[in-house]
């Protein structure tokens, strides 16, 4: 009779652990498959420096895109500024690691991802040591 409980539970086991590693090809397709397009950044900072900074973010990124690479390469493309290339990379389901080409490591949350829009958080420090976030979103 055990023998019977535990074949089952086996069968499970497998199909949840394959099922988690889908997940994650399945975000990586979703990354991949064409080109984002930059739709909105917000705030949640009360910091009026702060919310000058993101729209003015918000501004520049207007019309721009994104588009990632199986290779893990990204581009974005701005009309207002030079083009950010680099690698990225999926951590885990949520964690997306940009390495702009010459800058410095950058981490976003995945909020939302779906075939038609991808919304990521990045969390900041101001000066005085309080933290604040800003939300980004693409849309295809």
Do not use: H
Request: charged fraction near 20%.
């Amino acid at each position: 009779m055990k023998r019977i409980i535990s074949i089952p539970a086996y069968l499970l086991i497998s199909v949840l652990l394959l099922n988690l590693s889908s997940c994650q090809k399945d975000r990586v397709t979703l990354l991949t498959d064409g080109v984002w397009k930059f739709e909105n950044i917000t705030t949640n900072s009360a910091n009026e420096t702060i919310k000058t900074i993101v729209a003015g973010f918000k501004a520049v990124y207007t019309d721009g895109t994104m588009q990632f690479f199986s290779d893990g390469t990204y581009i974005k493309e701005y009309p207002l500024i030079d083009d950010e290339t680099g690698n990225w990379e999926l951590v885990g389901e949520t964690q997306l690691v940009f390495t702009p080409d010459g800058g410095l490591v950058q981490t976003a949350s995945i909020d939302k991802i779906s075939k038609s829009e991808l919304v990521y958080l990045e969390t900041f420090i101001e000066g005085d040591q309080n933290t604040f976030t800003t939300v980004t979103t693409w849309v295809k």
